[in-house]
């Protein structure tokens, strides 16, 4: 964890606390229903956790994801996230589908827009 300050015009960074990720057990999402950026991740305590925004602790969760694949092939646990957005083609998918249909009619849209633009010789 590292704690961050302004002084002037200079960023100033300092580690406060580090963690391993073979002693972590779980990451809490606490609610997956709503645009909420806290978190807890569980190692021998639990630790509360805020990210920038709600996006952050997705992308947070899915790089740890993805680090344990790679290096460690622990079972830790994820709860409490939308699975549709912890996998990579979550900007194509949600749970109610409803961002897929926006997605497709701004498609269509935009492309009606620009053959309506062009001219055909």
Sequence with gaps: ??????????????????????????????????????????????????????ASKYTFARTLSKLNAMYLKKDFKIVNFDDTYLNDDSIWS??????????????YAFSLLCLSLCRLS
Excluded: Q
């Excluded at 002037?8 to 950026?37: C, H, Q, S």
């Excluded at 949600?94 to 498609?107: E, G, H, L």
């Design 94 to 107: 949600s749970s109610n589908r409803d961002f897929v249909v926006v997605m497709k009619v701004c498609f």
């Design 1 to 54: 964890m590292v704690k961050h300050w302004r002084v002037d015009r200079e960023e100033k960074y300092e580690i406060v606390e580090k963690w391993f990720l073979k002693d972590l057990e779980m990451i809490d999402g606490k609610e997956a229903d709503t645009d909420n950026p806290y978190f807890d991740m569980h190692f021998h305590k639990v630790y509360n956790m805020e990210a920038y925004s709600c």
